[in-house]
């Protein structure tokens, strides 16, 4: 028979059972308040270095105050942070540190009344590594590297785009653009009878219909001249949005047939900053010349291949994008923008239809900030001159 004292020890132990049991209950509810609360300061730090990067990248002050300034803001006054300290530093990163002070249930009991919480995040401005709104007009990527070696992918320095076939700078006067009519409409910077403004050849067209990360909206069922043009302008001819969010790298269909509509877009484009993709000559199989690789191509290098709809059905021809560029379409002739030109055959009346481009940047000598792409992601490697600039959480 239980006597009273063993009733007794009974009524202490599940008391104590009970206190130790609330004490945990009380715990994890705090503990999982804090955690809950730590989550919104990872996303306070995340908004507030994204935002903070993206005004240095595409902001119209862009500069140190106004990145500090944004992100603060983003971390306390939209995502409830009690303090943010921000902070610039080099390569263009910005990095927040997000703080709350949280209330706790049960804790005060041992004199916990709030604990701290903080996180902290850090984005870049940098090179992207996927884009939106390219246009559909790729160029060999090794002239490209070329022209960068050689100084041409500089500040203000411009580019003949050949409309079709290569660059013939040998037999016709690269160093003048003329109308027409032959007459001179601008004088390019030549050194020794050779062009500053570097020929750019090999142009393609690229079939974006696949490659695309969501869906195209500008999809017109690949390899014809409307899309192409569609994508130029950056709408349908229902003035519906068009413009494709393409991750890179990736293989694309090269559509056949010349576009005549597309590039009368493209030059109409004078003045506009514009990205475009720049394909592997070696893995798309079109490497021409000795120019930009007297070496030829790897032995071992593959060209890409295609097994996605529509884009294999439009053409044999194959182009891996790898890269992209960031050029303004035209030369500023007095405060004119023009994109068509001529140039003249040395010892000869013939002429050839040539497209110019500008390599444009902004006040410091970085690139432009319309060299921007908002659904896109950095690479981490800083931007130069030529380049398209994305945003991207890097820690």
């Given at each position: 028979?239980?006597?009273?004292?063993?009733?007794?020890?009974?009524?202490?132990?599940?008391?104590?059972?009970?206190l130790a049991l609330v004490a945990v209950v009380a715990l994890a509810v705090d503990i999982g308040n804090v955690y809950r609360e730590r989550r919104h300061?990872?996303?306070?730090?995340?908004?507030?270095?994204?935002?903070?990067?993206?005004?240095?990248?595409?902001?119209?002050?862009?500069?140190?105050?106004?990145?500090?300034?944004?992100?603060?803001?983003y971390a306390i006054n939209r995502n409830d942070a009690d303090g943010a300290v921000v902070t610039v530093g080099m390569p263009v990163t910005v990095t927040v540190v997000a703080t709350k002070s949280v209330d706790t249930f049960f804790a005060g009991v041992i004199g916990f009344n709030e604990i701290?919480?903080?996180?902290?995040?850090?984005?870049?401005?940098?090179?992207?590594?996927?884009?939106?709104?390219?246009?559909?007009?790729?160029?060999?990527k090794r002239r490209w590297d070329y022209a960068e070696q050689h100084g041409q992918i500089d500040c203000g320095k411009t580019m003949i785009i050949w409309e079709g076939g290569q660059a013939d700078c040998d037999n016709y006067d690269c160093c003048v653009l003329t109308d027409?009519?032959?007459?001179?409409?601008?004088?390019l910077d030549c050194e020794h009878g050779e062009p500053e403004a570097y020929p750019l050849d090999n142009r393609a067209w690229v079939d974006f219909s696949i490659g695309i990360s969501g869906d195209d909206p500008c999809d017109s069922g690949?390899?014809?001249?409307?899309?192409?043009?569609?994508?130029?302008?950056g709408e349908t001819n229902k003035h519906e949005l068009c413009e494709s969010f393409v991750e890179l790298p990736d293989c694309f269909a090269n559509p056949s047939g010349e576009k005549t509509s597309a590039w009368k877009e493209a030059e109409n484009a004078a003045g506009r900053i514009v990205?475009?993709?720049?394909?592997?000559?070696?893995?798309?199989?079109?490497?021409?010349?000795?120019?930009?690789?007297?070496?030829g191509c790897p032995i071992d290098a593959e060209v890409c291949t295609m097994t996605k709809s529509p884009g294999d059905n439009c053409t044999n021809e194959r182009y891996w994008i790898d890269a992209m560029a960031c050029v303004q379409i035209g030369i500023d002739i007095d405060g004119d923008w023009?994109?068509?030109?001529?140039?003249?055959?040395?010892?000869?009346?013939?002429?050839?239809?040539?497209?110019?481009?500008?390599?444009?940047?902004?006040?410091?000598?970085?690139?432009?900030?319309?060299?921007?792409?908002?659904?896109?992601?950095?690479?981490g490697v800083i931007p130069r001159p030529g380049d398209i600039r994305a945003v991207s959480l890097i820690e």
């Open positions: 028979m239980k006597t009273e004292t063993s009733r007794g020890q009974v009524l202490v132990l599940v008391a104590l059972a009970l300061m990872q996303n306070a730090a995340d908004a507030g270095a994204l935002a903070g990067a993206r005004e240095i990248c595409f902001g119209d002050a862009g500069t140190e105050a106004a990145a500090i300034a944004t992100g603060e803001d701290p919480v903080e996180a902290d995040a850090t984005a870049m401005c940098g090179t992207a590594g996927a884009a939106g709104g390219l246009w559909p007009v790729g160029f060999d027409k009519k032959g007459n001179p409409i601008a004088f690949g390899c014809g001249a409307r899309e192409a043009r569609d994508r130029i302008v990205s475009i993709p720049l394909y592997d000559p070696c893995k798309s199989g079109t490497l021409g010349g000795d120019l930009t690789d007297p070496d023009t994109a068509t030109g001529y140039v003249l055959e040395k010892d000869g009346n013939k002429r050839e239809r040539v497209m110019i481009a500008t390599i444009p940047c902004d006040e410091d000598g970085g690139p432009a900030r319309e060299c921007a792409t908002a659904p896109g992601w950095s690479t």
